[in-house]
């Protein structure tokens, strides 16, 4: 590695030699200066240069030097990657930074092509389709800044508190949930696998191994047709699971200390650059979070004057805006888990309360959208059979998940949630594309 000095390290340094390495924002050509931002990772730097414009035929190597310097200036292209050697100096009047580089000498790795294909104003999927340009704003390098915080806050959680991260199989030989909802991959000698839906049977599968305590952050694919601006093919779950619970609201109460604990990191870090870039206040969730029985929110939401059409007793998307708005209106919260969700709309692994019938199961919902599924799991086997007969599922086809239970298991729950709709709430956002890398939707296999 060179004596490359990031652009946010320029300010603490003292005037004198110095290099840089970046990409070419902008040039400012005028006939006596020439002016250039140089931008990096961290931030964004101006370049000077006193033209000269022309030399006489007996000029110094000095002076035909600082002619092929100008001639090399004026020719380039945004997005230009090239080093700069120079001269630091500290000036107050310089509005990016209070520094300024004069320049040496100019090193290009690589020229950009004149005519940039996406624009400032171009839309979402022109963007999408040169996504390695739009990634260059300053808005997108902070999104993926903001994302490395929250996780690394989450994990720092889980692991100060004894979890153990785990990284569960993406190809599977069967359904964790929805055969609907499963890509098919060709497998050897003629055999098909699938790709995983979420990690469930195998956080499950390490509460029998007597794991404990368990978080996992990995790839999950659905095949769902969906257009939505919440809805992707392949996502970044996030996944916990806990032995010996005594019910749901344990896995609730470890979930709203990890997220109030990972925006409080994002607030720390990225409060002042999220309020500049993106003009919004992070606001830290106070803990609890509000819940509401999801009986009660249907009637909350029909005294709002919205009629929820779903005929299986769910909220909808409208719906779950309608109780987010009263949650906000009445605690002044942007969190509100959701609970006591009949079976017939939950998963046949979700425990049952014996009293009521309903399942011991919540949704969060964070700013009107949902995040997160969580519930306490069945670990009875004959109550899981029965469960997974009521859904018209083979216990036969299950049976691998099912052996789980059948030499013991503690009582466990826990949850799922995807980080890009945490990321895209958090900040903002009108769709998860924004948020997620290389996004992967129905139409959507590229870059």
């Given amino acids: 590695m060179s004596e490359r000095v990031l652009v946010k390290d320029l300010q603490a340094r003292e005037d004198g030699p110095v290099a840089a390495s970046g990409w070419v924002e902008t040039v400012r050509d005028q006939k006596k200066v020439q002016f250039v931002i140089l931008r990096d990772e961290s931030g964004a730097v101006q370049l000077v240069n006193p033209a000269t414009r022309e030399v006489g035929d007996d000029a110094s190597p000095e002076q035909a030097a600082a002619l092929a310097l100008t001639e090399t200036i004026s020719a380039l292209t945004h997005g230009t990657f090239l080093t700069v050697r120079g001269s630091l100096k500290h000036d107050e009047r310089v509005k990016l930074g209070g520094v300024e580089i004069k320049i040496a000498r100019l090193e290009i790795a690589a020229e950009a092509l004149p005519e940039t294909p996406i624009a400032a104003d171009s839309g979402l999927d022109k963007r999408m389709d040169w996504r390695f340009l739009d990634l260059r704003q300053r808005r997108n390098n902070l999104v993926f800044r903001v994302q490395t915080t929250l996780e690394h806050a989450m994990r720092s959680y889980w692991i100060e508190r ?80 806990i032995s010996w619970i005594d019910s749901h609201e344990d896995v609730a109460a470890m979930q709203e200390e990890l997220l109030a604990t990972a925006i409080q990191a994002v607030a720390d870090k990225h409060g002042d650059e999220i309020k500049e870039l993106f003009d919004l206040d992070v606001v830290v969730p106070s803990v609890p979070f509000p819940r509401i029985p999801l009986a009660e929110a249907r009637e909350i939401v029909a005294a709002r004057g919205y009629e929820i059409p779903r005929t299986d007793g769910d909220l909808d998307p409208e719906g779950e805006r309608q109780i987010a708005a009263h949650v906000e209106e009445t605690y002044g919260h942007p969190f509100v888990f959701i609970t006591d969700y009949h079976p017939e709309i939950r998963a046949f692994y979700h425990m049952r309360d014996e009293q009521t019938g309903l399942t011991k199961s919540y949704d969060l919902l964070y700013k009107g959208v949902e995040i997160t599924t969580g519930a306490q799991r069945e670990h009875r086997v004959d109550v899981l059979i029965e469960q997974a007969k009521e859904k018209g599922l083979e216990p036969e086809h299950l049976d691998f998940y099912l052996d789980f239970f059948r030499y013991g298991a503690p009582p466990h729950g826990g949850f799922g949630m995807g980080l890009a709709r945490v990321l895209m709430l958090l900040l903002g956002q009108e769709s998860i594309r924004e948020v997620t890398y290389l996004f992967r939707g129905p139409t959507r296999l590229a870059p």
């Fill in 162 to 241: 004894d979890y153990i991260e785990v990284h569960s199989p993406k190809l599977m030989a069967s359904a964790s949930e929805s055969n609907a909802e499963l890509f098919e991959v060709p497998y050897f000698e003629e055999k098909t696998a699938y790709l995983a839906q979420s990690p469930q049977f195998f956080k499950q599968m390490a509460q029998v191994a007597g794991f404990g305590k368990i978080f996992e952050i990995a790839p999950a694919f659905r095949a769902d047709p969906s257009f939505t601006s919440r809805h992707a093919t392949e996502f970044t779950s996030i996944d916990a699971e």
